[in-house]
């Protein structure tokens, strides 16, 4: 059995899903190649993904959505950042989450936009970043 590290490195081995579900020209599903890529889905659909979404976990997800539909106020990219922190904490604890900045879009001030810097534990001196729309479930 080879170890999590030299499965990322094989270019003939796939770690999981690429959301949103969709075929690609090799697979009945796209898939993703090594395990950074795969993390980018996980927290994707961890933080897009409300408590009570999930069949058989009830308690999966985030509440982002809901906050970034609250005023905007001082404390808000602070509750924002302990959410993601305290879901990413529960559900993948083996994303390392090395900042989180709430930011408003340049076109419409009443958007917000978060954006993850992360590493996980298989690589920790690679880090990854991404930001997410929570005002909609189509940000993949």
């Not at 599903?29 to 090594?34: E, S």
């Not at 009443?110 to 298989?122: E, G, H, M, P, Y």
Request: net charge negative; aromatic share 8%.
């Amino acid at each position: 059995m080879s170890s999590a590290r030299e499965t990322d490195l094989d270019p003939r081995t796939y770690i999981g899903l690429s959301f949103p579900l969709r075929a690609d020209n090799n697979n009945d599903f796209a898939l993703t190649k090594n395990s950074l890529q795969q993390s980018v889905h996980n927290l994707k659909n961890l933080l897009l993904t409300h408590p009570g979404e999930r069949v058989g976990q009830p308690t999966f997800g985030s509440r982002l959505r809901a906050l970034c539909f609250e005023p905007d106020n001082n404390e808000l990219p602070q509750r924002i950042e302990a959410e993601v922190i305290r879901s990413v904490n529960q559900w993948l604890p083996y994303i390392n989450i090395n900042s989180v900045d709430v930011l408003t879009d340049v076109v419409n001030k009443n958007k917000i936009i978060t954006r993850i810097t992360f590493s996980t534990s298989l690589n920790p001196e690679t880090t990854q970043q991404f930001e997410v729309d929570a005002s909609t479930s189509t940000d993949y």
